[in-house]
Every structure is written in structure tokens, then in C-alpha cells.
Nanobody, 124 residues
């Protein structure tokens, strides 16, 4: 059974940084694209960033481009999201997910395994 466990969330002031981690177990990790999504209260889940299985390609939502960086360590079965210059509008529950689609998928429907989410509240 595939399990994804996010960590690293927490309250941070606007302008600050956080690094989210997502540890994957139960399946060979290196063959799959990974992504981060977020869901703010009362809003739909939205794509944040994705990284291809070999880490050769990354893709970001326009709202986070230049501030967030996705990376992965296949030896540790872990994907990361470094978030800098955080804004109050980045407040959300952040989810990592595994996709069996090649490249850098951006749609939630392309991901088959999800973590439980980690809260990231940003204070102004």
C-alpha cells in the first residue's frame, strides 16, 4: 500500500520561508512524477508544482513561480517544496501526490496517491 506523509507545515509570517517534505513508502518512488497541490478554505484544490520522475523537468503555477522550488531525493523516497517569500494568499493545506503519468502533470485527476495534507497558515 502506498503511503505519503507530509511534514514541515506550520504558522509563518509573510515574507518567511518553509520547507515541506513528503515521504513516500510502499512503492518504487523513482519511476513516478510527483506534485504538490494546495487547498485554501472554501476553494478548490489547485496545482502548485510538479517534478518529473528523473527530476529533469519541473513546472510551477504562475502564482508561485520564482518563489517555490520543488525537488526530490529518490534515494530517500522524498519530495520537497521549498517556499520562500510567503504571502498570506499562500495560506492553505498543502498536499503531495504521486502520478503515473509521464512528464509534469498539472491536473489533480492525473494523480493517484495523495498524502493527508499539512497546514500552512501565513500571518500578515
Amino acid at each position: 500500500q502506498v503511503q505519503l506523509v507530509e511534514s514541515g507545515g506550520g504558522l509563518v509570517q509573510a515574507g518567511g520561508s518553509l520547507r515541506l517534505s513528503c515521504a513516500v513508502s510502499g512503492r518504487t518512488f523513482s519511476n513516478y512524477a510527483m506534485g504538490w497541490f494546495r487547498q485554501a478554505p472554501g476553494k478548490e484544490r489547485q496545482f502548485v508544482a510538479a517534478i518529473s520522475w528523473g527530476a529533469g523537468s519541473t513546472y510551477y503555477a504562475n502564482s508561485v513561480k520564482g518563489r517555490f522550488t520543488i525537488s526530490r531525493d529518490n534515494a530517500k523516497n522524498t519530495v520537497y517544496l521549498q517556499m520562500n517569500s510567503l504571502k498570506p494568499e499562500d495560506t492553505a493545506v498543502y498536499y503531495c501526490a504521486v502520478s503515473t503519468v509521464g512528464g509534469v502533470p498539472t491536473m489533480a485527476s492525473q494523480y493517484v496517491y495523495w498524502g493527508q495534507g499539512t497546514q500552512v497558515p501565513i500571518s500578515s
